[in-house]
């Protein structure tokens, strides 16, 4: 199994973080744009992951960055403004799934599944298709998926993902070994 | 004690590798947010004490004020007549009431103004004062419940309405949002 790399950003081009917050907090309020274009696609994946649809993270993202700008002036270490507004993604997420009835509940139709689908890709021998994953992922109770996605999707620390959460490191290990325990059960039954 | 070597096996391997690949924003992400940014108005200092401050109000005490107000109203005519107009609660309440203390912290703001459904969303219902500089404020007396609300605030950009970011939002079939605030429940 070839595991694609994730994007790395190796180098900040343009104002720092910090510098655009203050611009924005004088007033300049365009220049949030430099923020939502710098971290549109940061927390994509795991809004995309927890909600199962590309269209509701989108939504959900769209909302938190509204929410990071009105409270901007609260994020206390602008130098940091990355883990702040990941926690308002994750939090924008839980309201959004909460939200939202099982019923309501789609099944991914992001990018690189109708990209699948249109050129006829197939997983590699061996591999999961993403499909049947995130359908087995959306059955999962709403702690779980999201501790699963940090922790094996986005390769969180305990530590962080407790920061992220508020959640204890030992709650977090106890939803993380159940979600391993649920997808092993939905996903070993599909047909390799 | 979890069992964490379970967790690194092979098959989560797989399951993780299926939902790495990263999805991207469309070309319009952007446009959609700073739209809705900009509708919003500057991104302000708010702290803990913007969120509407409840005081709770015996109901002789209510009828103390109640008196307050009638005597302004007989002493200064008609201004004080229109500041009965703004606190009907106050004087028509025979049960519980709670104070609301409203604030919004604006230093571009020229007038304030909150509405809500407790006035029946009227702009010149409810004129906020400006107590310090850029520090707007009005205290109202609210029946126990939940109440929406919003600010109206005019500047040299013109007049917009807003949600209190720092309070419950509730956004409308419109994508309009307002705030809610819920008096003695908690």
Known sequence: VTRQADPVVLQVMGPSDAEIIAAVLG??????????????????????????????????????????????????????FAAWLYQIVVNECRTFASRRTRRERRIVADEELLHQIAVGEQPESGSLGIEDVQRALDDLPLEQREAFVLKHVEDLSYDEMADLTGAS??????????????????LEEVPQ | MIEENREGDAFIGRVSSALRPTPQADEAFVERVMATVEATGPSQSR???????????????TLAMAAGVALAAVGVG???????????????ASDTVYLVRFVFNDSAAQTVALVGTFNDWT?????????????????????????????????????????????????DEFGTESSIVSVGTS
């Open chain 1, 169 to 186: 490191v030992s709650a977090l290990k106890m939803r993380v070994k159940r979600a391993c325990d649920r997808l092993r059960e939905l």
């Open chain 2, 123 to 171: 702009k010149s219902a409810t004129p906020m004062t400006q107590s310090a500089p850029g520090l707007w404020t009005v205290t109202l007396p609210l029946h126990h419940g939940r109440h929406e609300y919003a600010f109206v605030v005019r500047d040299a950009r013109g007049e917009r309405w807003g949600a209190d970011p720092a309070a419950v939002l509730r956004r």
């Open chain 2, 47 to 61: 702290n803990w004490w913007l969120r509407p401050r409840t005081f709770r109000v015996s109901p002789l005490a």
């Open chain 1, 27 to 80: 007033g300049d309020t365009g220049m949030y744009r430099h923020l939502v274009l710098r971290y549109q696609n940061t927390y994509r994946r795991y809004a995309t992951r927890v909600l199962g649809s590309g269209d509701d993270a989108d939504d959900a993202l769209q909302l938190a960055f509204v929410r990071a700008f009105r409270g901007l002036a609260s994020c206390r270490t602008p130098e940091r």
């Open chain 2, 78 to 92: 008609q201004l004080a007549t229109r500041s009965g107009d703004r606190v009907p609660a106050a004087t028509a």
